[in-house]
Structures are given as structure tokens and as C-alpha cells.
């Protein structure tokens, strides 16, 4: 799935090229989201090396894997992560909402958005969601419920050097 959402933004990012101003060192939308066990515990597998390689949180909102404006685990990054700077679409509590980064979209009229040049967010958080709760079914002794997200802090903490 996670590959399936790499290749369908980038669809959009090319889509899109013209207006995308995303790139290395802009971190804008970089934050300590919660994320489900299933891809915490994948990141671990992937990145555990890079896991140390985070840094102290200097506000709440911080992620741990920013440091000097770069991603430390960017190829294990959360899927979270992969579609920003993208235009976004998904359920909010009135309805259908988008979302656009604004350095992004400052010159774009939102009327030109639909549903083949934006990333559907909720049909890859639906089944994330029934991925997540199959997973944790394995896990011994049933530790999460199946909404349960996990800070990405959390994930830093567990690997900080002593
Ligand atoms: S995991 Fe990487 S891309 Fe995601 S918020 Fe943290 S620093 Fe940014």
C-alpha cells in the first residue's frame, strides 16, 4: 500500500509541478503526527538504525526526526508524510473538505481541484486503518486498540541513546 501511495503522488507531483515549491529543507509541514502500530512498528524494521539519529523535541509539536530540516527516516517516513504539500481530500466534520499547502497553492483557483488531481485521503486511511487492525491482532497480549496512534516522539524515545 505504502508503494501504491508513493506511486500515486507521484502522479500528482507531477501533475502539479508547476506549483509545488517542496524540497529539501522545507519542513513546514513536518510535525510529531500520531501514527498506527502497524507502520510504527514497520518504521522500526526499516529505520531502526536511523531511529538514533532523531533529536530532542524543542516544542510538543516537533518531530524527533527533523534535524536541520531534513528527515532522518525519509524512506521509512510514515504514509502521513508522503502525501504532504499535496492537495488533500477528506471527510471533515461538515462534509467534503481540501486542503492545499499555501506555498503551494497560493496562485491556484480551488475550483480547478477534483477528485483525478487530488490525493484521496480517506480511501488510503480506510484501508490502513483495516491493515492496522489486522496487525495488531498478532501482536501478543492485544496492547492497542484499533484506534490507537502513537506519537512519533514515542518512536524517538524508545531508541534515545542513554
Ligand atoms: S517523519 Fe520525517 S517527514 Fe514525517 S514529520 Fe517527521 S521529519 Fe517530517
Known amino acids: ?34 501514527i498506527f502500530p502497524v507502520e510504527y512498528y514497520s518504521i522500526i524494521e526499516q529505520a531502526s538504525k536511523d531511529l538514533t539519529k532523531g533529536q530532542q523535541q524543542t516544542s510538543e509539536m516537533d518531530c524527533p526526526f527533523l534535524v536541520d530540516h531534513r528527515c532522518v527516516i525519509y524512506a521509512a517516513r510514515p504514509i502521513i508524510c508522503r502525501t504532504q504539500g499535496l492537495p488533500l481530500l477528506f471527510m471533515g466534520e461538515e462534509g467534503w473538505e481540501l486542503s492545499a499547502c499555501e506555498l503551494n497553492f497560493n496562485q491556484f483557483d480551488f475550483g480547478e481541484f477534483h477528485q483525478e488531481n487530488t490525493f484521496p485521503q480517506d480511501r488510503y486511511n480506510s484501508r490502513l486503518y483495516l491493515i492496522n487492525k489486522e496487525f495488531i491482532e498478532t501482536l501478543a497480549g492485544k496492547p492497542y486498540q484499533p484506534t490507537d496512534l502513537i506519537p512519533l516522539r514515542q518512536l524517538f524515545q524508545k531508541y534515545l541513546k542513554h
Open 1 to 34: 500500500m505504502r508503494d501504491e501511495v508513493d506511486a500515486h503522488c507521484a502522479r500528482l507531483y507531477a501533475l502539479h509541478s508547476s506549483h509545488l515549491n517542496c524540497g529539501e529543507g522545507c519542513d513546514k509541514c513536518c510535525m510529531d503526527f500520531g
